[in-house]
Structures are given as C-alpha cells and as structure tokens.
C-alpha cells in the first residue's frame, strides 16, 4: 500500500468522489430498475383487473340470459303438467316467448323447438297451423327487425335438419353455449342477409324425458356494440381495444367487423389452441402492423355449461410502459439534479481542504524559511484554514513556541555572558535535548563564576590558588 502515500490527497478526494458518483449512479439505475418492474406489475394488474370486471359484466348478462331459458323451459313443463287434455295450447307457449323478447333489448330471437308428439298425440294433423313445419313439429320463433317483433316461419325438416342449433340440443340435453354462425330468419326472401350469431338453449324435461329446446339468439352486433362501448380508465385509449372468442377461437366481437365469425387463429398467429382450450386466464404478447401488445385473456364460465368464452383487452406495449418511462423520466431527472448537488457539495468539501492543505503547505514554508534563518517569530496564522485544520496549525505554532522559548533563554544568558553580567540561572523544567542544553549552560554559568572568583583573588595578590583542569 506505500504506492498510495505517492498519491496526493487532491487525487485521492477525486477519485473518493468518482467512487461515491459511481455508487450513486449505479444506485440511481437499481432503483429504477426496481421502480420499473413495480409500476409494471401494477400495469399488469390493473389490466388484468378491467379484463376481469369486464368479463364479469358479460358472464353476468349471460347468466341472466340462461335463467331466462331454464325458467321459460320450467315454465312449459308446468303448462304441460297443467294440462289435463291431451294437447298443450301451443298459442300460450309461443305468446310467452313474444313477450319475453318484447322486454329484453339484447336479444335477437326468442324460438323453442319441440319433439313430435309431445304437446299434441298426432302432429301430423298440425301440418297447417302456425309455427308447425312440413311434419307438425312446433317451432315457435320470434325475432326482432327494424325494432319489430317478427315471428320466422318453420320451414321444411330437410331445411334444419343438419343445423346444429337444432341437432347439438336434442344431442346434447344440457346448457348450451355455441359457437357463432351465420343465419337468416326469412329463407323465402333471397336478399334477407344472413346475420353473424351466437345461441344458448336449455332442455325441456318432462317426466324425466327430453321433449324439447328453449333458445335465444344473440347478434354479434350487440356483441360488438357491447365491445366497443366499453369505457378503458386510460389517459391515451389509442389502440386498446376489447374483443370476445368462443372457447373455439371463434370471433364473437372485434372492432373489425370482417373478423366476426373468423377464427382468431388465422389472425393472430402468436395464440395456440391449447392456450384457450383450458379456460383459464392468461397473457400473450402479440405483434401486429409493427406494433407489440400485450393481450390479457379472462374466461367467461358459465355454472352447468362446458363450453366458454373469452373476453380479451388489447393493449399496446407504449400505454403499458407509458407510465414507466414517465416515472423513469421523473427518476432520472431527480437523479442527476441529486447527483449534481453531490458533485457540488463534493467539489465544496474537497477545495476546502485542498484549500486548506495549501495553506498549510506554504504557511510550514514560510516558517520554515524564517527558522532557517534563525527567526522563530514566524507563527501559522489560523484564520487561513477550517476549524478542522486549525488544530494543525495550533500544533505548529506550538512546536514553534516550543523551540523558541529555551532558545531566547539561552541568547539571553549567553548574552549576558558575553556582556561580563552574572546571568540567571535557567530553572524552567525542560526535557529531552533541552534539558541537556540547560545543563550546560548552567554549568558554564558555575564554571564562569569561579573563573571569576579564581580572577579576582589574583587581582588581590593572592597566588596560592590552585587552578584545576576540569575533568568533565
């Protein structure tokens, strides 16, 4: 370590202040590193928080929807079980369904599809009345168009046969939630378009035995329009956006109206059948039109029914990181007006020591040169340094003083010697080298005064004195 005794202390204060700018700096990027992954899991909560309200908003209103089929297929088991003749009023079941449509805004269609010979012994002879197809089935259907309620005519057996809202139903027996599709309710006008759909339906019991299917319609219109209402609490909604899939991948509700119906595995290429097959929540990043986002998926589940859906929140990576980079922004710029402020409280604390060490440095020449030339009058003066240095200069003065005070005694003494004056004994307490100068001056003060004394009984005529070489 002597190397480090070559390096000046303006050197070593440097390089100190490097040291403690690079630990700030280093710390400054820690920290908003820390801050950074913090504020992007809030981010990614409280995304994941809105997806998840917003699918409970819609599980929500599909509950409802459910209900609305299990009560009216209680309700037609209850009719039946009522009915003491052997047919059922068929009017009173399909006035039922014409007035729950009537009150509900966010159906398409309200239909029911029987078995044959549940409700009457022979439909065969019901070929002729309302809502019965080529063979009698009862198929009451109501729609709304232009803000009409409508009712759909049955059409042929041949004609539905194959359709899954009518096979899965009687399959199946259960809840059903299904995928979207297309549909017309008016097959006899070629140019009645056909619109994008989804359908749930519930089973009719009767005595334990299946009889038939209660189901409503759902546009994906409203679907979409259900979408794009939806409010993100965000200062820049630019690019965000909320869609639905059925557990199929199948589009339920997009922005772009082209994808309805398409499968989002065509369009999204990042997202695997297996990821939606679970029905769990999860996130995807997502790169589209050059652009990355993060997609928050959270399943819409049903009590009773296997089939699901998704609602998912679009987000762009920019909006998530928007309020990371501000903050990082904020960080950075209360880092370096800190770092600063610490280089300046630095840079004061080093030039007032270095300041000092000078001082101090031609303050000790300055003494030094006065000794070499035999003047101890020169002292440090104090008031040039920090109170931290002036203990230092204290010290100098004292080793100054120190030196000065038995050296004036002694210029005196020998000075009077040299006049012929009897000088003083010096009998201030000294230690060291001083104290062996005391000793020989003292001495040579004992030896003048017998020279003296030796002198004088000479003067007087006295020869009898025996002089003595000292020994010592």
Avoid at 112 to 122: A, C, I, K, R
Avoid at 205 to 229: A, C, H, M, P
Avoid at 419 to 446: A, S, T, V
Wanted: charged share 30%.
């Amino acid at each position: 370590m002597s190397f480090l005794k070559k390096i000046t202390i303006k050197t070593k204060l440097l390089f100190i202040a490097s040291i403690v700018l690079a630990i700030g700096v280093i710390s400054l990027i820690a920290s908003i590193s820390t801050t950074r992954d913090y504020v992007e899991k809030v981010a990614y909560f409280e995304y994941s928080s809105i997806t998840e309200n917003y699918a409970s908003e819609i599980t929500t209103e599909l509950k409802e929807l459910f209900n609305l089929t299990q009560i009216t297929a209680q309700t037609v088991t209850t009719i039946k079980s009522m009915t003491k003749e052997e047919s059922v009023n068929r009017s009173l079941i399909s006035e039922i369904l014409k007035l729950e449509l009537k009150k509900r805004g966010n159906l398409k269609a309200f239909w029911s599809s029987f078995e044959l010979n549940v409700l009457n012994p022979d439909d065969s002879k019901m070929v002729e009345t309302e809502f019965a197809s080529d063979i009698g089935r009862f198929m009451p259907s109501f729609y709304f168009e232009d803000g009409e309620v409508k009712w759909e005519e049955a059409g042929t057996e041949d004609s539905f046969a194959e359709e899954d809202w009518f096979v899965l139903p009687r399959k199946e027996q259960k809840d059903l939630l299904f995928e979207p599709y297309e549909y017309s309710y008016d097959d006899s006008d070629s140019n009645s378009p056909k619109i994008w759909m989804t359908s749930i339906t519930s089973p009719i019991f009767f005595e334990k035995k299946y009889i038939g299917t209660i189901g409503v319609d759902i546009s994906l219109e409203y679907l979409q329009n259900r979408v794009t209402k939806l409010s993100i609490d965000n200062k820049d909604k630019s690019g965000i956006f909320g869609f639905i899939i059925s557990s199929k991948g199948g589009f339920l509700a997009h922005p772009k109206k082209e994808l309805l119906g398409k499968s989002i595995f065509d369009t999204y290429k990042e997202i695997k059948k297996e990821s939606i097959s679970k029905g769990e929540s999860f996130i995807l990043n997502i790169k589209q039109n050059k652009k990355e986002y993060k997609t928050f998926f959270y399943p819409i589940k049903l009590d009773g029914v296997d089939s699901f859906w998704y609602f998912a929140l679009n987000i762009p990576i920019d909006n998530i990181m928007a309020p990371v980079k501000e903050l990082r922004n904020w960080s950075i710029a209360i880092g370096v007006i800190f770092l600063f402020f610490l280089i300046i409280v630095i840079v004061f604390i080093s030039k007032g020591i270095t300041d000092s060490i000078s001082y101090l440095k031609n303050e000790s020449k300055r003494i030094k040169d006065g000794v070499d030339k035999g003047d101890f009058s020169q002292l440090c003066n104090s008031e040039g340094v920090s109170k931290d240095f002036q203990s230092i200069t204290d010290g100098i003065n004292s080793i100054v003083l120190s030196f000065k005070e038995p050296l004036n005694e002694i210029i005196s003494t020998t000075n009077d010697l040299s006049k012929g004056k009897e000088p003083q004994y010096i009998d201030k307490n000294y230690d060291g080298e001083f104290l062996i100068l005391k000793n020989g001056i003292n001495q040579l003060i004992d030896a003048n005064k017998k020279i003296a004394e030796i002198a004088q009984k000479i003067s007087n005529g006295d020869f009898n004195i025996d002089i003595k070489e000292r020994s010592d």
